[in-house]
């Protein structure tokens, strides 16, 4: 085993986090009383609850209410440290971090480290789609989809006035049929269906069509036969499309091209179109791969110990959506066990505690919503459905949800939401739909905006000058004054 700094020497161990997510804080939380040094380093500056992002994504909620400041969450952890930066390398042997904001380079050394960076959305080698369908992992994501979705009903007004068709803008494509593309599409048809039937004069907002695509001959396969079942029948109530066998096999600004399983290619003509369709774990993986040796899965998962720690390195623990272990599902709650179970090793070390036994996930269950007062459930063998498990998602989601701020918050939308029909975060702006898009076709991204690292000097002196004659026009009242002069 490494050597582990025990907290007789000046400097105290040092646990560095990466990321954020449903790993990262539960990790740095359970380190509060810990005799360590706590640095989290993640490529935002906020927890996200993900399981609610889609409800960001249709207007019913807002961004910081599923994304409290993790710097505000961790205020009250005094051994806790929060920096903002994308980590770009690890260096296994000289234990070292080096993350980078905006062009600015950082190097952090660790004693232990605690890797959770999550997955991406995987276009399984199309990432070129991306462009046209977003994913659905992201702030970013979900508010460039909420602008594309009330956006295309405005195109869809706007057209429909000059007589113009405008089926194209009123078809919404939700690809993937898991827990994230039912919810999305489920909630697209009462936005479509109940939200926005009287908002509009030139089209008929009930007309919309939605369509839920996947590949796989069934709806939800993690929640079995039964509820798949199920679960189409109900999204089929609600108006959406179900069409299943049915493989992407492009994308375009305008639609989409399938093939079904007779091998028969058709195109769908959609403007909006969202994918929820596969996921990659974080490259993270590979750096760590490629030094330890540990293998990687088709996802991109790594392989690690059954005490989560990394082969060769038992003072990196990698956690959540990143790791191949035992079939484990990439579902928050396997990201929070495992990362409170790491910290307990931590501290167990610094105690100089036996080992604790091999990781084991207990699975509380698992739940979809299809729409309001609407969801399925499997908690142990029992299968939930409707209102009842509606329900318990319910209170399962407000429990989970991170600050007291945001749980109280989110209840008065979701009475609003459910109780009324009506969504209080529908703003769209231009901004949400092509910031990202202008951003990524920067070749050095957003860093090109700022200056380069040290300069800005130059600009400070004209600055105080700009700032010294405001002061002094104020000042002697000289603003507005008709000058004497003549021109
Ligand atoms: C739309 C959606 C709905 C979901 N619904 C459910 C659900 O209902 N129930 C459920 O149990 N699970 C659900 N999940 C899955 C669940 O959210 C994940 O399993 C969980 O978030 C995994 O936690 P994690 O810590 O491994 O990764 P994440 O929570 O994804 O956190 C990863 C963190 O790492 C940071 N990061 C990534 N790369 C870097 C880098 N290079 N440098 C610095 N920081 C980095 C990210 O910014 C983020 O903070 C859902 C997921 C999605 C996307």
């Not at 007309?207 to 079995?224: K, N, T």
């Not at 994308?251 to 989409?256: A, P, S, Y």
């Not at 409170?340 to 080992?355: D, Q, T």
């Not at 000042?475 to 021109?487: F, K, M, Q, W, Y």
């Amino acid at each position: 085993m490494s050597d582990v700094n025990t907290g007789s020497s000046p400097r105290r161990h040092q646990v560095v986090v990466i990321g954020s997510g449903f790993g990262g804080l539960f990790g740095a939380k359970a380190l509060r009383d810990a005799d360590v040094d706590v640095t989290m380093i993640a490529r935002t500056t906020h927890h996200l609850f993900q399981p609610l992002l889609y409800q960001v994504a249709t207007g019913i909620l807002s961004e910081g209410e599923i994304a409290p400041p993790t710097r505000e969450v961790l205020s009250r952890q005094a051994n806790a440290t929060v920096l903002l930066g994308d980590v770009q390398s690890i260096d296994l042997e000289a234990r070292t971090v080096t993350h980078q904001v905006l062009g600015r380079q950082s190097v952090t050394p660790y004693d232990s480290l605690l890797v959770a960076a999550g997955a991406g959305q995987s276009y399984f080698g199309n990432d070129q789609f991306a462009e046209f369908a977003p994913g659905m992992k992201s702030i970013d994501d979900a508010l460039e989809l909420r602008g594309r979705i009330f956006g295309a009903f405005e195109l869809a007004e706007n057209l429909a006035a000059k007589g113009e068709n405008v089926d194209h803008l009123l078809t919404f494509v939700v690809v993937g049929a898991g827990p994230t593309g039912v919810e999305m599409a489920g909630q697209i048809a009462e936005l479509a269906h109940r939200t926005l039937k009287r908002d509009f004069r030139f089209i008929n907002t009930h007309e919309a069509r939605v369509i839920l695509l996947d590949a796989a001959p069934q709806v939800l396969p993690p929640f079995g036969a039964k509820l798949g079942a199920k679960t189409k029948k109900t999204l089929e109530k609600l108006g959406v499309e179900v069409q299943l066998g049915a493989m992407v096999v492009d994308v375009d600004e305008r639609g989409l091209v399938v093939q079904d399983k007779d091998g028969t290619q058709r195109r769908i003509e959609a403007v909006t179109k969202m994918w929820a369709a596969g996921v990659q774990a974080s490259p993270l993986s590979k750096t760590l791969a490629e030094q330890s040796g540990a293998s990687l899965d088709r996802a991109g998962r790594i392989g690690v110990n059954p005490d989560l720690t990394l082969p060769g390195y038992p003072e990196v623990f990698v956690v959540g959506d990143m790791i191949a272990l035992n079939n484990l599902p990439g579902v928050a709650q396997v990201a929070i066990q495992g990362a409170k179970y790491a910290s307990r090793e931590i501290k167990g070390r610094l105690k100089g505690k036996a080992p604790q036994e091999p990781f084991k996930y207990f699975d509380k269950g698992s739940m979809a919503t299809i729409s309001r007062f609407d969801a399925v459930a499997m908690v142990g063998k029992l299968r939930i459905t409707g209102l009842i498990a509606w329900l318990m998602w319910l209170g399962v989601h407000l429990v989970y949800l991170t600050g007291f701020k945001n749980q109280v918050t989110a209840l008065l939308h979701w009475t609003v939401t459910f109780l009324s029909n009506d969504r209080s975060e529908r703003v769209a702006t231009e901004q949400q739909i092509f910031a990202r898009a202008a951003l990524q076709r920067l070749p050095g991204g957003a860093s090109e905006l700022v200056s380069a690292p040290g300069s800005g000097n130059d600009r400070r002196a004209e600055l105080e000058a700009i700032a010294a004659e405001e002061s002094r026009l104020t000042d002697s009242g000289e603003r507005g004054r008709v000058s004497d002069r003549t021109a």
